[in-house]
């Protein structure tokens, strides 16, 4: 198990190198920068600023400078927070509440895409199984700004239980919450389903139900322990389902997370703290498959073999 | 009962579609609106015999704005994941043909792009590639061709081991022949059902993007951006943002359907 750890961790280090430097060529080969104004700067000026953002060093020192920054915890100054914040800051402000509202979505999708997959699969071809399923596909196929503006519409603005927009209290978590956690739960209850389905069908069940087990049993002390292994690996997709999905959710609901940081740093330019930001993600997607990797490989040996 | 069903559904979500793409391209013959046409005495109207689908802040016909996206939102989901799908293909059957540490190479940077969301990588191209219609269109198809590039070079693993890939490499045909006429036509069905689930997410793509506000700028317009305007005045006038995203998600719906159904049509083992 050892030596299967080291090596996925040895695999996510290029992973993450790699996207360091495909950032760091994206933003140097960008045209234009941040201090391109209407007004040229006088020379001089712009010099000064260049020096002191280490523009005038080679390219590569730049990036061996970038590199051990970020080993060290620092991702430099922000360019549009000029003098008054580090994306440090901006992320060390952002971060919490992305986090938060992102394990909030996702906890909302497996407590309900579970349970709605187990009841696709037990009453498969029926009723209950089409809705759910239908349910599902609407879940991958319904825009979240469009998801946004009904919750929004009914909930805060007709029914005024619940703000339509900010961060403040637990409230205010609902609807952006329930927004971002729909395209996972439809993922969860899919996978749970399809997953489940297979495990009943598999000779240990048939065995559990030829000794008599009642239905209930079977299903929830023998089949959906098994048939939950493979919802494991959705950590990763989810991951990345969650960061994409925070864009527009956070834009939507006007939260002060890294999403709309990210979309507002791109629409200003503001290189370095689209690099920090895209780092940040880059950990954890990376981290997510790396965990899925080592819960999986522990969950099941045969995983272990392969690699 | 679920063959039918399937058919049913098949049908319908390829003949909705069927429609929206005319709709699209016939879009000056259904409307007797222009998309740009002002009219500020009738700005923000509800829905109404003359503006079925109300009018936006300029007074300008939503209806007609709709289908005038659509020509943006299906173009730029075609082109792009017709490209998204051509890259793939050609990377996918490269790595699964030549093997050993070139196969080993290609996929280890597929799986590099794999594990980041692909909204985030399109984002970062946009950066450098300047918004508007060209840079989408590069973005999208840079984006989409992963998924692509591990299928196909699963399937060629596969038929790679085939007999009449070994007859054909006896009567010596070479690498391009044998995968080109000898293997590319058998993993055809594959590579169409994942070209139709490749296209309603090129097309979500691009609405996201431009929802942002880093897509598609005027004059061009989509269902994203015609979302992004609605969305402004949503609380007073949520005519604006209601139809552009239904027109969305029953466009993404369809595609699901159809996706589904092709699969289950040309792969016997998955039908119960």
């Known amino acids: 198990m050892l030596t299967y750890a080291l090596k996925r961790l040895a695999l996510a280090v290029p992973t993450m190198l790699a996207l360091m430097l495909i950032t760091f060529v994206v933003m140097k080969a960008v045209p234009g920068g941040p201090f391109d104004d209407e007004k040229a700067l006088p020379p001089d000026v712009k010099a000064a ?72 699969a037990r009453h498969r071809g029926g009723a209950l199984d089409f809705s759910a399923m239908f349910l599902a596909i609407a879940g991958v196929s319904l825009p979240s700004y469009l998801v946004a503006s009904v919750l929004i519409l009914v909930f805060s603005l007709w029914l005024g239980w619940l703000p339509p927009a900010l961060w403040e209290d637990w409230r205010s978590m609902v609807l952006p919450a329930v927004t971002l956690g729909l395209r996972p739960l439809a993922m969860v209850a899919r996978l749970t389903r399809a997953s489940l389905l297979e495990t009943l069908h598999s000779d240990y069940v048939r065995t559990a139900e030829a000794k008599g087990l009642g239905a209930r049993s079977i299903l929830f002390k023998h089949a959906l322990k098994n048939a939950l292994i493979p919802v494991v690996t959705l950590l990763g997709p ?35 703290l689209i690099m920090g930001l895209t780092l940040v993600y880059g950990v954890l997607v990376i981290g997510a498959n790396l965990a899925v990797d080592l819960v999986y490989g522990w969950i099941d040996p045969r995983m272990r073999a392969q690699t | 009962m679920r063959a039918t069903f399937r058919n049913k559904t098949l049908a319908i979500s390829s003949g909705f579609l069927l429609l929206v793409t005319l709709a699209a391209v016939a879009a000056p013959y259904l409307t007797s609106f222009s998309y740009e046409e002002q009219n500020i005495e009738a700005r923000l109207e509800g829905p109404s015999a003359k503006h079925p ?65 692909s909204l985030l990588i399109a984002i970062l191209l946009m950066v450098v590639l300047g918004q508007g219609i060209t840079g989408i269109l590069i973005a999208l198809a840079l984006v989409g061709w992963v998924n692509q590039a591990r299928l196909v070079r699963a399937q060629v693993l596969q038929v790679k081991e085939h007999l009449h890939v070994e007859a054909a490499r006896a009567a010596g045909a070479g690498g391009f022949r044998i995968v080109g ?4 036509p058998l993993i055809l069905g594959p590579v169409m ?54 027109a969305l998600f029953l466009t993404m719906l369809a595609f699901q359907f159809l996706g589904d159904g092709l699969r289950d049509l040309l792969d016997p083992t998955t039908r119960s």
């Not at chain 1, 620092?74 to 003098?83: E, H, N, T």
């Open chain 1, 49 to 120: 600023i260049e020096k002191s953002y280490h523009f005038d060093e080679p390219v590569l020192r730049q990036f061996a400078r970038y590199v051990s920054g970020a080993l060290s915890g620092d991702l430099g100054p922000s360019y549009r927070y000029a003098g008054s914040r580090t994306v440090n800051e901006v992320i060390a402000e952002s971060f919490p509440v992305s986090a938060q509202l992102g394990l909030v979505a996702l906890a909302f999708a497996m407590s309900a895409g579970i349970p709605l997959g187990v009841l696709a």
């Open chain 1, 238 to 272: 989810l991951v990345a389902a969650t960061v994409a999905g925070s864009f527009v959710v956070e834009m939507i609901f006007a939260i002060p997370g890294m999403g709309k940081h990210f979309v507002s740093a791109v629409i200003d330019r503001d290189y370095t």
């Open chain 2, 53 to 117: 689908m109300g009018t936006d802040s300029l007074g300008r016909d939503l209806y007609s704005r709709i289908l005038y996206g659509a020509r943006a939102s299906m173009a730029v989901g075609f082109v792009t994941a017709l490209c998204a799908v051509l890259i793939g293909t050609v990377y996918g059957a490269v790595a699964g043909w030549v093997g050993g540490w070139v196969d080993a190479f290609l996929m280890r940077v597929v799986d590099i792009f794999y594990v980041f969301p």
């Open chain 2, 181 to 184: 006429r000898h293997i590319l």
């Open chain 2, 193 to 246: 059902v994942s070209l139709t689930f490749q296209i309603p997410t090129s097309i979500m793509a691009e609405s996201f993007l431009s929802f942002l506000g880093l897509g598609l700028q005027p004059p061009y317009s989509s269902w994203g951006t015609l979302a992004a305007e609605g969305f402004r005045g949503m609380r007073s006038y949520p005519h604006l943002i209601i139809f552009p995203g239904v």
